[in-house]
């Protein structure tokens, strides 16, 4: 979804793109003058998810966030909805609701969208929900090894976790301690899940 993304774009202002198995070219036809908007972003809006889930009650607007998106990640509403979060679209965003869930397992495949992950994993674990990720293997090369690195820091509130260099595995219920201390790698992703 990314590339294509991306590709969808590049066509809007004049290019050409054509994309065959791991091959992309890109023609430069004429430049045009569009205007368009750039959309609200939907990585981002993984926290605030994970925010409205482990809420007592929620009623959040989030401005500008379209179903009709090209991002890839807007799919992770279905997600958010089984584990307990109803999405009303409307014109000025998506209204996140808190439901009821029994949801026990989480498992998704992510390779779409694997920006959510960390923030997705952590709303899940905390929610008491076992969760089996895969589709990440793009997350250890990213600013930091967005695998490992969350579960070196899940390990430390006691979850058991598991991985390997495209799945994350999480059980367990959370142990909060006075005195521990998360660290974010110098990475934005990790920091805000």
């Known amino acids: ?27 430069f036809n004429s430049l045009k003058k569009v205007d368009f908007k750039v959309e609200a972003d939907w990585s981002a809006a993984t926290f605030f998810l994970g925010m409205a889930l482990n809420s007592k009650q929620c009623n959040l607007l989030l401005k500008k966030l379209s179903q009709n998106s090209i991002q890839g990640d807007v799919q992770q509403i279905k997600i958010f909805e089984k584990l307990g979060i109803k999405a009303n679209f409307t014109e000025r965003g998506v209204q996140l609701l808190k439901t009821n869930s029994s949801l026990k397992q989480l498992r998704e495949d992510l390779t779409n969208m694997p920006d959510v992950a960390q923030g ?36 430390k509130l006691k979850f058991d976790v598991d991985t390997t260099n495209e799945t994350l595995n999480i059980k367990g219920v959370p142990q909060f301690q006075s005195q521990l201390t998360i660290k974010t790698y110098n990475d934005h992703r990790m920091a805000m899940a």
Do not use: F, H, M
């Open 1 to 27: 979804p990314y590339i294509k993304q991306t590709i969808n774009l590049l066509e809007q202002i004049g290019y050409a793109a054509t994309w065959k198995e791991n091959q992309i070219e890109i023609y």
């Open 120 to 155: 997705l994993a952590i709303a899940a674990a905390l929610k008491g929900v076992e969760v089996n990720l895969a589709g990440l293997k793009t997350l250890p090369k990213k600013e930091s090894n967005r695998i490992e690195d969350l579960a070196t820091e899940l390990r």
